[in-house]
């Protein structure tokens, strides 16, 4: 029965179609959430410092959430197209939200746990984990969705 299982989350589990061939988590530029907290902070050309630097704070935690989960799960091999996804979704004209990059990444993590709780249970039918892991990877929060839907 573990062998059967072991084999099940190997082959679910392994990214159909890996988006990225290789992917490196992005430093963190200090430029792109000054823009962003600017931007965002500024009205009427006056700066409102302290919510400025609470938005900073907000970037600065939120980098360091991403890397830490990417850094828990880089031996998985979901985690890299999981990152790109995140950080294309969070990234608008060359700038990077670093804290809602963070809890994207989040997101798709704790949706990737629940679908291997839901697999391991056997409360979710192998057939339709993989028609919506083949729509929605690596959106895994779509590919839950998707499977009580």
């Not at 490196?24 to 009427?44: A, G, H, I």
């Not at 939120?62 to 828990?72: C, D, M, P, Q, S």
Request: aromatic share 18%; proline share 3%.
């Amino acid at each position: 029965m573990k062998v059967i299982y072991f084999i099940f989350l190997l082959i679910f589990l392994y990214p159909i179609n890996s988006i990225s061939e290789e992917f490196k988590f992005p430093n963190f530029d200090f430029n792109q959430p000054d823009f962003l907290c600017k931007e965002k902070w500024t009205k009427r050309g006056e700066l409102d410092d302290r919510m400025y630097k609470f938005c900073m704070n907000q970037h600065d935690e939120g980098y360091t959430e991403a890397l830490v989960i990417y850094n828990e799960y880089k031996s998985k091999e979901w985690i890299d197209d999981v990152a790109e996804f995140s950080l294309e979704k969070w990234t608008k004209r060359g700038n990077t939200d670093y804290n809602m990059f963070a809890f994207q990444l989040n997101k798709e993590k704790e949706a990737f746990l629940d679908l291997q709780y839901e697999l391991k249970q056997n409360s979710l039918s192998q057939d339709i984990a993989n028609k919506c892991k083949k729509k929605w990877y690596p959106q895994f929060s779509m590919i839950v969705y998707c499977t009580k839907n």
